[in-house]
């Protein structure tokens, strides 16, 4: 089993900025891709920041330019650092992280987050 935690959300005024954090646990795995989502009341949830185990980044056109994801693979840690947020980036934020695990037999893993509420005010 590979865990999931995130840290960092709160509430933050509309210009401001804030870190996430989230970190994957357990042991005999290998990361593939580390992601954000993030889910605001009554939308579905959002794919907003990836990053690959050969380091490339991509993001959703709502956050290019504001966010930047990046990775410490000794850490097995995912941050996402948020500039300049509006209202509506308001949501509760998820990391996912996808990989292998196991030793003698690798299985694929697909774990998330319980989520970080983030809350920007106008």
């Known amino acids: 089993q590979v865990q999931v935690a995130e840290s960092g959300g709160g509430l933050v005024q509309a210009g401001g900025s804030l870190r996430l954090s989230c970190t994957a646990s357990g042991s005999a795995f290998s990361i593939n891709a580390m992601a954000w989502y993030r889910q605001a009341p009554g939308e579905q949830r959002e794919l907003i920041a990836r990053t690959l185990s050969d380091g490339s980044r991509n993001y959703a056109e709502s956050v290019k330019g504001r966010f930047t994801i990046s990775r410490n693979n000794t850490r097995n840690t995912v941050y996402l650092q948020m500039t300049s947020l509006k209202p509506e980036d308001t949501a509760v934020y998820y990391c996912?992280?996808?990989?292998?695990?196991?030793?003698?037999?690798?299985?694929?893993?697909?774990?998330w987050g319980q989520g970080t509420q983030v809350t920007v005010s106008s």
């Open positions: 996912n992280v996808v990989g292998r695990r196991g030793v003698l037999s690798r299985v694929d893993f697909d774990s």
